[in-house]
């Protein structure tokens, strides 16, 4: 096979109907970025304003209303074209294109998630050539085929479920209105002989200690009908490599080899076991042994199940690898661009690591944007990251008529198969949120007798799923019950998306839930002082203020930040306090979750938030923000999702109860302290107590203290509280969890009180604090006097004596006294009661 990649030469210009366009735009050739898109085009050109910043996006929105129609020229000789076969290999267009070779049409696309291979040779000739690919503005396409096939209901404004293209390039509640057309993928011409490899497909049908089995399954296209053959090797971590052909007798276009390995090394999430993997290469021959193609690839060799057996409580969500069953911590990835062609392997590797760093295991990737590319899965792979897959549904009733049937039925297949190679990829989901939708969002009305999508996610998806990979499991929704008969959210069966807590009420709420599984809660912040910086104009820098409100696009948003943030602290009155305490508060809320579902395994064996990552600089859920700073949530979810943690919670008693997770396979035993301490830091009552926790367990230890409930009153005898300036401390070896009586706003906290000290040394600050009063989640947010410093942790809690010191790297001249005091050094103590 020979490629010749078309990536040179390309210009853009706006195409169709002109009247949205810009005077100074409307017959423009620009220079385009292949792979890439329109929005980074005009960018580039100087046409365009950064639509990430202030509220330039509101004045791009003609984009999504033009055609578009990109145009390159290239020379291909006549030996090229002597191949029996010559392929246009359009590996992810965006969205509604037609293909045209020197003016003929050589092929049309309708869904951005699948790649197209056009036969080119006709159209081509010897010497230079002219391609053009004239795409259908996505907004009207979509608006076309909703009239056309009847209106379904869609969260936002745009009928994103008309068109298969990532659904929040149409707008999210934290993304831009950014509708884009392009080439977001790379584009060839390949020319071949006899025939070549349509897919390969590695199964591994078991794998235990002592032995595993690859079932590896080839496809191919075929020129002509003679035999071939297929060979494999798989070379494993230590050198050793199985070899086997196979011939593909004439006129058939599959064939399989099992591959057995004895005493393989198995692939484990991380925390879990090591990550080995085999390489695993694939040849297809000809007659005489041509070589025609070589396919290659990194795989695992693990198993993986989803056990959903019947228990007492309902049934078990519980994802097992080689049989181990995994508390699957992490959280849910979205486009980690609006432009996602931007997403280099260095950024992908970098979040990712973000992922691993703060001790996550798991990454969702959500219906509402793509399926990752290659390099994503496998660098999870390598970092034994888990993931899991939606197919690309989301927030949506969607029509099952065609073409939608066909074009959704090719998408599954072309992924399906794409990703068995990978083993980080544990489970396929068919939707997001969609079934919830049907059952709580007054869709039915609208919906009538139409389809909506259950067959989908029902039928075709899990039976394209078993025919192609039966090695992974399949779930229909998130949430989902696992019956169309029992609730979306029912506690006892599946898995659960907790949302009351932010929407409506406070992250306590939590506490109200005992999920099989949570693959959703979340609390929104601000975005960190650096990236408000970038994205808005000084002036600007408000909590009301027309830009930053621009960059909160939840509905109600700002109200709800508020509202969660009021029950916990006064409303600040300066943009300082007001970024620490909605980042605390939000850092709070999504610990407090974690916390408490950690402390209901085994019944509940999943807690991924919403969401790691963001695709602009906005007020989000997230805790890594637009810029790839991380907020506060960020070093906290590297505590609460650390392997081994202490937590007190309020359990229905009334009563509180300290938990001992140990997420290793060592048993962790010693002493535990559990006692009541007092901000002044003198001791009450308590005492030693000997624990043995057992790999992979929870150890529950009955604390003689009652969780203070609405109404009552510190000191009041009869439910044991003491004082507001109580603590509840368990300490474990170098862990700690404190208990406070009563939130922020109704604690009297000491005013802190520290000694601090900075040093800096060949581009390296210590910033050193040492508590002289409790110091309750302090932080430093370097980032105000450097907007490249990340500081090593933030939201420690000191009590009256200890130290921590904060490091980050800087080349600049920071002062003394702003590195330590507030706005940059923050600490909790300054918003109690006053
Ligand atoms: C759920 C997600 C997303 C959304 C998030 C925050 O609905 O599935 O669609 O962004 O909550 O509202």
């Given at each position: 096979?020979?490629?010749?990649?078309?990536?040179?030469?390309?210009?853009?210009?706006?195409?169709?109907?002109?009247?949205?366009?810009?005077?100074?735009?409307?017959?423009?050739?620009?220079?385009?970025?292949?792979?890439?898109?329109?929005?980074?085009?005009?960018?580039?050109?100087?046409?365009?304003?950064?639509?990430?910043?202030?509220?330039?996006?509101?004045?791009?929105?003609?984009?999504?209303?033009?055609?578009?129609?990109?145009?390159?020229?290239?020379?291909?000789?006549?030996?090229?074209?002597?191949?029996?076969?010559?392929?246009l290999v359009c590996e992810g267009l965006d969205t509604v294109a037609r293909v045209?070779?020197?003016?003929?049409?050589?092929?049309?696309?309708?869904?951005?998630?699948?790649?197209?291979?056009?036969?080119?040779?006709?159209?081509?000739?010897?010497?230079?050539?002219?391609?053009?690919?004239?795409?259908?503005?996505?907004?009207?396409?979509?608006?076309?085929?909703?009239?056309?096939?009847?209106?379904?209901?869609?969260?936002?404004?745009?009928?994103?479920?008309?068109?298969?293209?990532?659904?929040?390039?149409?707008?999210?509640?934290?993304?831009?209105?950014?509708?884009?057309?392009?080439?977001?993928?790379?584009?060839?011409?390949?020319?071949?002989?006899?025939?070549?490899?349509?897919?390969v497909r590695p199964l591994v049908l078991n794998a235990n200690a002592k032995s595993?089995?690859?079932?590896?399954?080839?496809?191919?296209?075929?020129?002509?009908?003679?035999?071939?053959?297929?060979?494999?090797?798989?070379?494993?971590?230590?050198?050793?490599?199985?070899?086997?052909?196979?011939?593909?007798?004439?006129?058939?276009?599959?064939?399989?080899?099992?591959?057995?390995?004895?005493?393989?090394?198995?692939?484990?999430?991380?925390?879990?076991?090591?990550?080995?993997?085999?390489?695993?290469?694939?040849?297809?021959?000809?007659?005489?042994?041509?070589?025609?193609?070589?396919?290659?690839?990194?795989?695992?060799?693990?198993?993986?199940?989803?056990?959903?057996?019947?228990?007492?409580?309902?049934?078990?969500?519980?994802?097992?690898?080689?049989?181990?069953?995994?508390?699957?911590?992490?959280?849910?990835?979205?486009?980690?661009?609006?432009?996602?062609?931007?997403?280099?392997?260095?950024?992908?590797?970098?979040?990712?690591?973000?992922?691993?760093?703060?001790?996550?295991?798991?990454?969702?990737?959500?219906?509402?944007?793509?399926?990752?590319?290659?390099?994503?899965?496998?660098?999870?792979d390598e970092l034994g990251v888990m993931v899991w897959q939606d197919f690309l549904?989301?927030?949506?009733?969607?029509?099952?008529?065609?073409?939608?049937?066909?074009?959704?039925?090719?998408?599954?297949?072309?992924?399906?198969?794409?990703?068995?190679?990978?083993?980080?990829?544990?489970?396929?989901?068919?939707?997001?949120?969609?079934?919830?939708?049907?059952?709580?969002?007054?869709?039915?009305?609208?919906?009538?007798?139409?389809?909506?999508?259950?067959?989908?996610?029902?039928?075709?998806?899990?039976?394209?799923?078993?025919?192609?990979?039966?090695?992974?499991?399949?779930?229909?929704?998130?949430?989902?019950?696992?019956?169309?008969?029992?609730?979306?959210?029912?506690?006892?069966?599946?898995?659960?998306?907790?949302?009351?807590?932010?929407?409506?009420?406070?992250?306590?709420?939590?506490?109200?839930?005992?999920?099989?599984?949570?693959?959703?809660?979340?609390?929104?912040?601000?975005?960190?002082?650096?990236?408000?910086?970038?994205?808005?104009?000084?002036?600007?820098?408000?909590?009301?203020?027309?830009?930053?409100?621009?960059?909160?696009?939840?509905?109600?948003?700002?109200?709800?930040?508020?509202?969660?943030?009021?029950?916990?602290?006064?409303?600040?009155?300066?943009?300082?306090?007001?970024?620490?305490?909605?980042?605390?508060?939000?850092?709070?809320?999504?610990?407090?979750?974690?916390?408490?579902?950690?402390?209901?395994?085994?019944?509940?064996?999943?807690?991924?938030?919403?969401?790691?990552?963001?695709?602009?600089?906005?007020?989000?859920?997230?805790?890594?923000?637009?810029?790839?700073?991380?907020?506060?949530?960020?070093?906290?979810?590297?505590?609460?999702?650390?392997?081994?943690?202490?937590?007190?919670?309020?359990?229905?008693?009334?009563?509180?109860?300290?938990?001992?997770?140990?997420?290793?396979?060592?048993?962790?035993?010693?002493?535990?302290?559990?006692?009541?301490?007092?901000?002044?830091?003198?001791?009450?009552?308590?005492?030693?107590?000997?624990?043995?926790?057992?790999?992979?367990?929870?150890?529950?230890?009955?604390?003689?203290?009652?969780?203070?409930?609405?109404?009552?009153?510190?000191?009041?005898?009869?439910?044991?509280?003491?004082?507001?300036?109580?603590?509840?401390?368990?300490?474990?070896?170098?862990?700690?969890?404190?208990?406070?009586?009563?939130?922020?706003?109704?604690?009297?906290?000491?005013?802190?009180?520290?000694?601090?000290?900075?040093?800096?040394?060949?581009?390296?600050?210590?910033?050193?604090?040492?508590?002289?009063?409790?110091?309750?989640?302090?932080?430093?947010?370097?980032?105000?006097?450097?907007?490249?410093?990340?500081?090593?942790?933030?939201?420690?809690?000191?009590?009256?004596?200890?130290?921590?010191?904060?490091?980050?790297?800087?080349?600049?001249?920071?002062?003394?006294?702003?590195?330590?005091?507030?706005?940059?050094?923050?600490?909790?103590?300054?918003?109690?009661?006053?």
């Amino acid at each position: 096979m020979t490629k010749l990649p078309l990536h040179a030469n390309w210009t853009v210009k706006a195409a169709g109907d002109l009247s949205n366009v810009p005077a100074d735009i409307k017959e423009k050739s620009i220079a385009a970025s292949v792979p890439g898109c329109v929005h980074t085009d005009l960018l580039t050109a100087g046409l365009i304003d950064d639509p990430y910043l202030d509220r330039n996006e509101n004045a791009v929105t003609w984009i999504g209303r033009t055609d578009w129609r990109y145009a390159c020229s290239f020379e291909v000789d006549a030996a090229f074209l002597g191949h029996d076969r010559v392929a246009l290999v359009c590996e992810g267009l965006d969205t509604v294109a037609r293909v045209e070779i020197n003016g003929t049409l050589v092929g049309e696309s309708f869904d951005m998630h699948v790649p197209q291979r056009f036969d080119a040779r006709a159209a081509l000739k010897a010497g230079k050539n002219e391609l053009s690919i004239t795409f259908a503005s996505p907004l009207n396409y979509a608006e076309a085929l909703e009239k056309k096939l009847g209106a379904l209901p869609h969260v936002e404004k745009h009928p994103f479920n008309y068109i298969r293209k990532m659904a929040c390039n149409f707008g999210w509640d934290w993304g831009p209105a950014l509708i884009t057309s392009g080439i977001w993928q790379p584009i060839s011409l390949q020319a071949w002989n006899v025939a070549r490899i349509s897919s390969v497909r590695p199964l591994v049908l078991n794998a235990n200690a002592k032995s595993a089995t690859v079932e590896v399954c080839l496809e191919i296209e075929r020129h002509d009908n003679g035999p071939l053959t297929f060979s494999t090797a798989l070379t494993g971590p230590d050198g050793h490599t199985l070899f086997q052909n196979v011939p593909i007798p004439a006129n058939t276009s599959r064939a399989n080899v099992k591959l057995d390995v004895t005493d393989p090394q198995l692939w484990w999430p991380r925390g879990h076991g090591e990550q080995p993997l085999y390489d695993l290469s694939v040849n297809l021959m000809g007659q005489g042994g041509v070589e025609l193609e070589q396919w290659s690839s990194k795989i695992g060799l693990r198993t993986v199940k989803l056990n959903t057996a019947k228990d007492s409580i309902g049934s078990q969500f519980t994802i097992e690898v080689n049989g181990q069953p995994i508390f699957c911590k992490g959280a849910n990835w979205i486009p980690d661009d609006c432009f996602p062609h931007r997403v280099d392997a260095a950024r992908y590797r970098r979040r990712i690591e973000q992922a691993t760093g703060a001790n996550m295991n798991m990454l969702r990737i959500w219906g509402g944007g793509i399926y990752e590319t290659d390099t994503f899965y496998s660098i999870c792979d390598e970092l034994g990251v888990m993931v899991w897959q939606d197919f690309l549904f989301a927030c949506a009733a969607y029509p099952e008529e065609e073409p939608f049937q066909s074009l959704i039925e090719a998408e599954a297949r072309h992924h399906i198969a794409r990703l068995s190679k990978n083993p980080s990829l544990v489970i396929w989901n068919g939707c997001n949120e969609n079934i919830w939708g049907y059952f709580d969002w007054n869709w039915k009305d609208k919906i009538g007798s139409r389809t909506w999508g259950l067959g989908y996610y029902t039928r075709m998806l899990p039976s394209i799923v078993k025919q192609l990979d039966p090695t992974r499991p399949f779930w229909p929704g998130s949430p989902y019950s696992g019956s169309m008969d029992i609730h979306p959210l029912d506690d006892r069966h599946g898995n659960k998306h907790v949302w009351d807590a932010w929407n409506q009420k406070d992250y306590t709420v939590y506490r109200d839930y005992a999920p099989r599984f949570c693959s959703e809660f979340g609390h929104q912040a601000p975005p960190s002082y650096a990236t408000l910086r970038r994205a808005v104009p000084s002036s600007q820098l408000r909590a009301d203020s027309l830009s930053m409100l621009h960059l909160q696009k939840a509905q109600g948003g700002n109200d709800k930040l508020h509202a969660r943030l009021g029950e916990h602290f006064e409303l600040p009155s300066n943009v300082d306090d007001w970024l620490y305490l909605t980042q605390l508060n939000q850092a709070r809320a999504v610990q407090t979750g974690v916390e408490w579902f950690r402390s209901r395994q085994p019944v509940c064996m999943g807690a991924l938030y919403w969401q790691i990552n963001d695709c602009w600089p906005v007020t989000s859920w997230a805790a890594v923000d637009g810029d790839g700073r991380p907020k506060p949530l960020w070093y906290a979810t590297r505590r609460f999702f650390a392997d081994r943690i202490l937590t007190i919670q309020p359990e229905s008693d009334g009563k509180l109860y300290a938990y001992a997770i140990n997420d290793t396979s060592e048993a962790w035993q010693g002493q535990l302290f559990l006692g009541k301490v007092n901000f002044d830091w003198t001791q009450g009552p308590g005492g030693w107590k000997t624990v043995f926790i057992p790999p992979r367990s929870v150890l529950q230890v009955p604390l003689e203290y009652y969780a203070k409930r609405a109404g009552q009153k510190a000191g009041d005898e009869a439910t044991n509280i003491h004082s507001e300036s109580d603590l509840i401390m368990v300490q474990f070896g170098a862990h700690r969890a404190l208990w406070y009586f009563d939130t922020d706003k109704n604690l009297k906290y000491p005013a802190p009180q520290y000694d601090a000290s900075v040093k800096s040394d060949e581009g390296k600050y210590f910033v050193t604090v040492t508590a002289k009063t409790l110091l309750r989640d302090l932080a430093l947010f370097a980032d105000r006097l450097d907007e490249s410093a990340v500081v090593n942790d933030q939201l420690v809690t000191l009590l009256p004596g200890e130290s921590f010191t904060f490091v980050f790297e800087s080349s600049r001249n920071l002062p003394e006294k702003a590195l330590t005091s507030p706005p940059v050094l923050q600490c909790a103590n300054r918003f109690g009661k006053k």
